[in-house]
Nanobody, 122 residues
Framework: QVQLVESGGGLVEPGGSLRLSCTAS????????IGWFRQAPGKEREGVSC??????TTYYADSGRFTISRDKSKNMVYLQMNSLKPEDTAVYYC?????????????????WGQGTQVTVSS
């Protein structure tokens, strides 16, 4: 059974940091491009970051605060989020791109996790 699982969300104060993790069961993450998306209440799901299968290409919607990385030995992809703001509050999802590319839009992603809640509040 193919499954993606996100973890690492939680409640953090403005200016704080969180590291989200994405792992998979039933397949190897290293073969795929991985995207991180988020969806705030009442808003559309939007792209946050992505990384291609080799790790050599990345994209950030908000450059400078987030860093995406992957550890193929652990079958994990991470999203390090620093200097968090209240507007970063959302459910964060990871998703796989079967072509192994870093694609900004949602349409190229096949498998999605259930999401992890990130709340930035004092």
């Amino acid at each position: 059974q193919v499954q993606l699982v996100e973890s690492g969300g939680g409640l953090v104060e403005p200016g704080g940091s969180l590291r989200l993790s994405c792992t998979a069961s039933g397949f190897t993450l290293g073969d795929y491009g991985i995207g991180w998306f988020r969806q705030a209440p009442g808003k559309e799901r939007e792209g946050v970051s992505c990384i291609n299968s080799s790790g050599g290409t990345t994209y950030y919607a908000d450059s400078g605060r987030f860093t995406i990385s992957r550890d193929k030995s652990k079958n994990m992809v991470y999203l390090q989020m620093n200097s968090l703001k209240p507007e970063d509050t959302a459910v964060y999802y990871c998703a796989t791109n079967l072509f192994g590319i870093c694609q900004r839009g949602r349409s190229g992603y096949t498998y999605w996790g259930q999401g992890t809640q990130v709340t930035v509040s004092s």
